[in-house]
């Protein structure tokens, strides 16, 4: 079975930190985020993989290459210009033509089994499934719903508080056979959700939705993003998560300088050959990106600073997001909740 990787959007909820980055490789504990889609793709035997690719293809493709070095390859589709969801697919489709395939949305962290999910789908001969998770709140998403032999049988798109018959929603993992290609025109800006499920519908296509109980989360907000880091490090999502450190574990990358008196308290992450100044504390959650400096008796909790940052003296960051090279100076004060863009300067 192959595999499609939507990571066509400009991640423009996730801006000021996907100015300069696309979405889909901003660091997740110092692992580029597609790298976690990668794996999961690897534990059910998929030894090929289409980037269905818009914003900044040639960054994606700095870190990824062939995929050689993940041990699968790589395909690149190149959208010229936005073609939705369904687009993108039809667009990625000369790479896995005649083949069933496997597709994620390039934004979404999850421990759905594939391999219940293939063999829900085999089992019941499905066109197409859908994978589907539970949530508080479904009123900002689409919601899938199902009848008692999980066929999906309406959707409905956002609805109003009143209008929510289900909490099921579209998790982003699909399964589909080569026919539902079928459905897609070339070269055109279509969408999945409001064009190609209900035709699929429409001429009764057999639909499957798999509940999953289990762990969903999207990146696509900075809080969304920043809370990521703590299900990864606490142990929350626990599949193909490769710095998940437990309660209270700290990794140290190569060439750390710690000065006298500083705490270091986990789980946290700091990465090569940051220094941390004297009396400076690193509180549980921080993650640290490489050659991070932070001043004495500054401290750094439940934040993520990417590669560079400078903190100076007396800093107190709690809940930020710091991108590359960004400056803090002695004293300076930060929200929580802040947000910088790379090489912002406070």
């Known amino acids: 079975m192959k595999a499609i990787i939507l990571v066509g959007g400009q991640g423009s909820r996730m801006r000021p930190?996907?100015?300069?980055?696309?979405?889909?490789?901003v660091p997740v504990c110092g692992v580029p985020f597609l790298t976690y889609q990668i794996e999961y793709l690897k534990s059910v035997g998929v030894k090929e993989i289409v980037f269905s690719i818009g914003y900044r293809p040639e960054d994606i493709r700095a870190v990824y290459g062939d995929g050689r070095r993940?041990?699968?390859?790589?395909?690149?589709?190149?959208?010229?210009?936005?073609?939705?969801?369904?687009?993108?697919?039809?667009n990625s489709e000369k790479y896995v033509k005649g083949s069933p395939v496997i597709v994620l949305n390039g934004d979404i962290l999850t421990d759905i089994p594939l391999d219940k999910m293939i063999q829900f789908h085999r089992r019941n001969k499905n066109t197409a499934t859908l994978g589907l998770v539970r949530v508080e709140d479904p009123t900002a998403y689409g919601l899938v719903l199902l009848n008692k032999k999980s066929r999906v049988t309406k959707f409905l798109e956002k609805p109003a508080s009143d209008e929510v018959v289900t909490d099921t929603i579209n998790a982003g993992v699909y399964l589909f056979e080569p026919e539902v290609f079928d459905y897609i025109p070339a070269g055109k800006n279509y969408s999945a959700e409001r064009a190609l499920f209900p035709n699929l519908l429409k001429d009764e296509k057999p639909m499957g939705g798999y509940v999953w109980e289990g762990y969903w989360q999207d990146i696509g907000t900075p809080w969304k993003y920043l809370t990521t880091h703590w299900d990864v490090l606490n142990g929350s999502f626990p599949v193909h998560a490769p710095l998940a450190l437990g309660t209270n574990k700290i990794y140290r990358g190569k060439g750390v300088k710690v000065g006298a008196g500083a705490l270091l308290k986990?789980?946290?992450?700091?990465?090569?050959?940051c220094v941390i100044g004297e009396g400076?504390?690193?509180?549980?959650y921080a993650v640290l990106g490489n050659k991070c400096v932070i001043g004495k008796n500054s401290t750094v909790a439940r934040s993520v600073l990417w590669d560079g940052v400078t903190v100076g003296h007396n800093v107190q960051l709690d809940e930020v997001v710091l991108g590359r090279h960004c400056k803090v100076l002695d004293y300076a004060k930060l929200a929580k909740g802040s947000v910088l863009g790379d090489h912002s300067k406070i």
Not at 280 to 284: E, K, M, V
């Open 266 to 273: 986990g789980p946290a992450i700091i990465g090569d050959g």
């Open 70 to 90: 993940h041990k699968i390859k790589i395909h690149y589709a190149l959208e010229k210009a936005p073609l939705g969801t369904a687009g993108a697919l039809k």
């Open 17 to 25: 930190l996907t100015n300069h980055l696309p979405k889909n490789i």
């Open 280 to 284: 400076a504390r690193i509180l549980p």
